[in-house]
Structures are given as C-alpha cells and as structure tokens.
C-alpha cells in the first residue's frame, strides 16, 4: 500500500469554522490531489499540488484553500466550513511520469 | 470537458454470476483509462488501467478492454464472489497537461448474495 494518511479521519465542526486536513506522504511523490466524494457525484478535484508551493485548482475549488510547504504534507483549508462541505475528503499521490494515483483512506467531514 | 459516465446501480448478482459494468467516456485524444475499487469505509484501491486504445487491463479476475472505436471501458468478471461487494468507479487521466487530473464516473455499486 502507498504510504498515504489523513489525518483526522472524522470530523464534526459548526458552520463557520475553519478547518484543517492533512495528507501526508511517505513516497516522495511529486504530485498531490484532494478530492471530495458525494453521492451521485462520484469523486471531484478540489485542488492538487504540482510541487512544493505549487498548487492549482480543480472543478470545486470555491471556498477551500491548499497549501504545500514541503514534500510530505499537503493542507485543505475550509476557511468558513459551510453545510454544503459535508463530505468525505480523499486525498491522493501520483509520482512523475506515471499516470497512476494512489488514494488515502479518507476524511469523513461533517459541518453543522 | 472531459467526462465518464457509468451505468447506475445498484447491481445485485449472485455468486458465480457473470458481471459487466459499463463505461463510456468523452475525451480530447487517446487518455488513460482506469477502474479503481471502494470497499465499505475505504478509500479508493487501483483494480486496473489501459493507457492506449485496444490494451486490456486485468487483475484479480476483473477485465477491461480500451475500446476508442465506441469510447467505451466496460468491466467484466466471469464469477463474481461475495467479497466483490464494493463500489467501482471508472476514471480517466489526460494524456498530457493539467496534472493529469482524474475524472471519475459516479459509481456503480454492486452487491452479490449467496
């Protein structure tokens, strides 16, 4: 298994609170991706880092925030968590010239 | 856009029932094709991939075949078991450019009973 955690692995907030999630890594992976999983939407890209301080965004990217300091950890920030972010959140990894991602076990968010 | 667009479910078999989920997708050029697995309470697992048109993608008895002729993935298994119970997601990446993003079907869940 690819060395991938998210941490935390549930969560409960109220509406307009910040929130945090991390994906770390073990691989050394350039590339890195946080999706949410919704019924009837399957997976969608919130935003995905292309290296260290370079990110860019996905199709839902409104009202989250990515962040990407050193190889291993790359941050979802929910500045204002709404009710629509409930959601589960997966992050994942994809090492240069391979086309494979690599999935973490999942965040499962619930916003009040 | 690029998009996937899967067959609903849930798909209910039994045990040794032949399966096949279908998969059509719309893409500029030749992307790759995957389909990835989600156990209860799991994230996503690879199950198998194709990278140009006619490669067929195998693993734990599950096929798929690149068809760009009808832009098509479908999966197949000749005898499901009862651990198959999952959800299957057909995805593809760009050939080049954006990150390789993935688009992801919605989902087919399959359920098979003894």
């Known amino acids: 298994d690819a060395g991938i955690t998210q941490s935390p692995r549930h969560k409960v907030t109220e509406t307009g609170t910040p929130v945090t999630l991390r994906c770390h890594q073990t691989?050394?992976?350039?590339?890195m991706y946080w999706y949410r999983q919704d019924p009837g939407h399957g997976l969608r890209l919130i935003h995905y880092?292309?290296?260290?301080?370079?990110?860019d965004k996905g199709e839902v990217s409104d009202g989250y925030s990515v962040s990407r300091s050193k190889t291993e950890d790359f941050l979802l920030t929910l500045e204002s968590a709404t009710s629509s972010q409930t959601s589960v959140y997966f992050c994942?990894?994809?090492?240069?010239?391979?086309?494979?991602?690599?999935f973490g076990p999942g965040t499962r968010l619930l916003v009040l | 856009g690029d998009s996937v667009t899967q067959m609903e479910g849930p798909v209910t078999l039994s045990e040794e029932a032949f399966l096949t989920i279908n998969c059509t997708y719309t893409a500029t050029g030749y992307p790759s094709l995957f389909w990835y697995v989600q156990y209860p309470g799991e994230g996503l697992q690879l199950l198998l991939k194709a990278t140009k048109a006619d490669d067929k993608g195998s693993n734990k008895g599950f096929e798929a075949t690149y068809r760009k002729e009808t832009t098509s993935f479908h999966l197949e298994k000749g005898s499901v078991q009862v651990s198959d119970s999952a959800v299957y997601f057909c995805?593809?990446?760009?050939?080049?450019?954006?990150?390789?993003?993935?688009?992801f079907g919605t989902g087919t869940q399959l359920k098979v009973e003894l």
């Open positions: 691989e050394n992976h350039r590339y």
């Open positions: 880092s292309y290296g260290v301080k370079d990110t």
């Open positions: 994942a990894i994809r090492a240069a010239r391979q086309e494979t991602q690599y």
């Open positions: 995805a593809l990446s760009p050939l080049v450019g954006g990150g390789n993003k993935l688009t």
